[in-house]
């Protein structure tokens, strides 16, 4: 009978467990990343140095970046030649102004046509607003 009783306790309890279990493991990726997304008529611009370190979206992945030194930044772009193009740009900007070319992940597909989407994924990244970061680098915050 004391076999029951405890069955019947433990039971409900695991599943609570695995479902808490589960539960963290499907929000864990997410808290420790922060998303951006670059448009077209952003970057359709006249570029230089000066102005890609003051485009919004990428001072706040360049500062999220600079939290957490084995963060990963993930550039999503179109498919096809044009959003190649842009993404292999963006990242020689990115390279330029100071992120490391080791950190940057390019994955083609899955936005839509016009945007990019910067992501940064790192075990310190806080889920909240990465504007509250430290100054990413000098020749960013110039």
Do not use: C, K
């Not at 570029?47 to 990428?58: E, H, K, T």
């Not at 096809?80 to 080791?102: C, I």
């Amino acid at each position: 009978m004391p076999g029951r009783v405890i069955n019947g306790i433990l039971r409900p309890m695991s599943r609570i467990l695995l479902l808490t279990a589960l539960l963290s493991l499907v929000s864990a990726p997410l808290a420790g990343e922060i998303s951006q997304t670059l448009g077209a008529e952003l970057w359709a611009q006249p570029r230089d140095g000066d102005s890609v370190r003051r485009f919004a979206p990428l001072r706040e992945v360049v500062a999220a970046l600079q939290q957490d030194p084995e963060a990963r930044l993930l550039i999503r772009y179109p498919g096809g030649d044009e959003g190649t193009l842009w993404a292999h740009e963006l990242r020689g900007w990115l390279v330029s102004l100071g992120v490391a070319s080791r950190r940057i992940d390019m994955i083609p597909g899955g936005v839509a046509a016009g945007s990019v989407l910067l992501t940064v994924r790192g075990e310190r990244i806080p889920p909240e607003n990465p504007s509250a970061a430290a100054p990413a680098t000098a020749r960013l915050n110039d």
